[in-house]
């Protein structure tokens, strides 16, 4: 912790700040001027204190993938000792029977959605590095096959989605919002972007993150500890969070499992290692 400010917020604070240089949407020469305590964008700043719609959690990096059958992984009785007990219609009739070619090692960041948000939203919030891919998503379950009787991984095990923007294989213009969440096994299923529903506050959303190198190494890393978060609307949990011990170990409580987490609007092996602040690269 640096004064008040702790270090996962200040890691999140680097992350956005790399992010924003990458894309140009800050530039050197305004960066140096905030520096020198001088106002960069000629215009008042803002003074409100919105909270940003996607609170940055974490990161977990999943390596390359050559190639991946889509219906031989998300299925029942799959081979891979994951424990799947549905997988939605739409999931199957848009994703399987299909592969995912040359899917690049990328890191992944997770997010907690701060309230309810629809998809187009979400996205926009995300950036650039909105698009996932199944591959990545599956490196992330395989570390978990049994949710919360498995080890402690990036993925919410308490009947809160994991929120995924996934392009169809055969046509990667047309995006589609997968999520997974546990409920006495995994269950996967598919939305349009358009879906008029928004997602509730406390699910979880993961993008590309820009600011990790990709590595050839099959693992997760993760900048911060995780927990799962409180209860989700409109299904109540109960039970209380365990806590956190920051370097030296993780409990996951598993809470009491809601179906829904939408409101009505009007790979193989794996390491997992805690750290604290990373380096900026840009």
């Known amino acids: 912790m640096i004064g ?77 000792g994951v424990k799947v007990t549905y997988v939605g219609d739409n999931f199957k009739k848009i994703f399987g029977k299909k592969t995912e070619k040359n899917v690049a090692a990328a890191t992944l960041k997770a997010h907690r959605l701060t309230r309810g948000a629809k998809n187009p939203e979400i996205i926009k919030n995300l950036g650039e590095g909105h698009r996932t891919f199944l591959a990545q998503l599956w490196a992330l379950v395989l570390l978990q096959p049994n949710g919360p009787d498995s080890a402690p991984g990036i993925l919410l095990t308490n009947g809160n989605a994991n929120i995924f923007e996934v392009p169809n294989p055969e046509n990667p213009e047309e995006l589609w919002t997968v999520f997974a969440y546990w409920n006495d096994g995994w269950k996967f299923n598919a939305n349009p972007i358009s879906n008029p529903n928004d997602w509730n506050a406390d699910n979880q959303v993961f993008g590309r993150n820009y600011f990790f190198s990709p590595t050839a190494a ?65």
């Open 4 to 80: 008040s400010v702790s270090a996962e917020k200040l890691l999140g604070m680097q992350i956005d700040l790399n992010t924003k240089l990458r894309s140009g949407a800050l530039t050197i020469e305004e960066f140096e001027e905030f520096l020198n305590r001088r106002n960069p964008f000629g215009v008042q700043a803002s003074t409100t204190n919105e909270t940003p719609l996607l609170e940055p959690l974490g990161t977990a990096e999943v390596a390359a993938v050559e190639e991946f059958d889509i219906s031989d992984h998300f299925r029942k009785n799959n081979p891979y």
């Open 218 to 282: 099959v693992g997760v890393f993760a900048s911060k500890p995780f927990f799962q978060p409180p209860t989700i609307l409109p299904t109540s949990t109960n039970g209380a969070d365990r806590a956190v011990n920051f370097l030296l170990s993780m409990a996951l409580s598993s809470q009491a499992i809601c179906k829904k987490n939408l409101s009505e609007s009007s790979l193989t092996l794996a390491r997992w290692t805690i750290t604290g602040l990373c380096s900026l690269d840009v």
